[in-house]
């Protein structure tokens, strides 16, 4: 069973930075994408960042605006999510999720992030951005 753990969310100030985690277990992680989403009160889940197995592909959605960094390491099984430049807009529950298919390629800008791709999901970190 894939168990996807994060960490790192809290209370931040407008301009400020997070780093959340996810630590990964259960199948061999460096063979899968892994996503990033995040839900706001009512508000549909919404698709952040995702990266390819081998972190040669990154991906964003176009709302971010360059402030948040997806990144990984494969020999801790762990997801990373940068935020910069944090706004109370980015207040959400961030879940980290991995995709169902190993070894996975794929070109274009809507890699990753159809939230029906993931078969795995985290149980989320509360961030929250006071203006």
């Known amino acids: 069973q894939v168990q996807l753990v994060e960490s790192g969310g809290g209370l931040v100030q407008a301009g400020g930075s997070l780093r959340l985690s996810c630590a990964a277990s259960?199948?061999?992680?460096?063979?899968?994408?892994m996503g990033w989403f995040r839900q706001a009160p009512g508000k549909e889940r919404e698709f952040v960042a995702a990266?390819?197995?081998?972190?040669?592909?990154?991906y964003y959605a176009d709302s971010l605006e360059g402030r948040f960094t997806i990144s990984r390491d494969n020999a801790k099984n762990t997801l990373y999510l940068k935020m910069n430049s944090l706004k109370p807009e980015d207040t959400a529950v961030y879940y980290c999720?991995?995709?169902?298919?190993?070894?996975?390629?794929?070109?274009?800008?809507?890699?990753?992030?159809?939230?029906?791709?993931?078969?795995?999901w985290g149980q989320g970190t509360q961030v929250t951005v006071s203006a």
């Open positions: 999720a991995a995709h169902g298919v190993p070894d996975y390629y794929c070109a274009g800008s809507s890699c990753f992030s159809g939230a029906d791709e993931y078969d795995y």
């Open positions: 259960g199948r061999t992680f460096s063979r899968y994408g």
């Open positions: 990266i390819s197995w081998s972190a040669g592909s990154t």
